[in-house]
DNA sequence: ACAGCGATGTTATGTTATAACAGTATTGTT
DNA sequence: AACAATACTGTTATAACATAACATCGCTGT
């Protein structure tokens, strides 16, 4: 399970010490967690890792989880080729796993198609129990 | 097209007056807008509104948009044998479209069950633009 | 009568997110 | 080098969303 390295070479200094944060967490955080974990580095506003989140979350480094008002490190940058498409949430132990399934990809786009409705994002958050729980 | 009536026969007098105005709205509302609408009523405090929110979702008569922070009411209660999957939220307008789509439904339990995953609750948005706009 | 339980009302507080404005850094162009 | 354009930064203040804690009320069943 040896995850990638991630080097992150365009991000400025704050998105870098952000997305540092989230993938030393591996696991979920709140903007208000980034930024206690960040004022040793000087941070002191929410703005700052809002913003940082903000592009993070647009270069597809991070993924925000709606309902958990928190973010996470993608699990697959680097590997191009994949887009992601559901986080399984456990409640008990937090854990959050990432997943890509082009089948619910193509299904969520043709549901919009019958529709007529321009999907430009799709939100898929499955609450439950893990495995290990 | 013409809609189901809600009697609401078992809710309290805060559940009734909440889903009353989510009903009347026919749209998402933040749980503060509730709240504004039903200052007249004598509500005044934000956990009124909370309460009888958690109940109306717990009894399926509302729903939580997690992109939102909104609440709706659910289009098809009364009529039994549907669960609902997913929304498609438009980004101009507004607009929410609640979509109960077996096969999608179908879809998330097997990737769950892939991952010995227990699903207890699902949240699907879809944010895009609808036909009208 | 009274215990149990769920709903209510109220105050205070906690948590998440953005507005507005000023300044700094970088890049590309002439 | 001078400049404009663009993006990032820092800061204060405030908005928007949500819950903790506690006291009380009003049913229902025994």
Redesign the pocket.
Known sequence: MNEHVHTHEKL????SLVMGTLEKAGGPL????ILDELRTE???????V???L??LVEFGLAH?LESL??FVACRHTGCGGHKTIAFMICEKCGHVREISDSALAGQLQSLAEQDQFAMKTSTVELRGICVEC
């Open positions: 400025t200094k704050n998105q709140s903007a208000y967690t000087g941070l002191r506003a929410p703005l700052q809002y913003r940082a903000e592009k925000r008002n928190a």
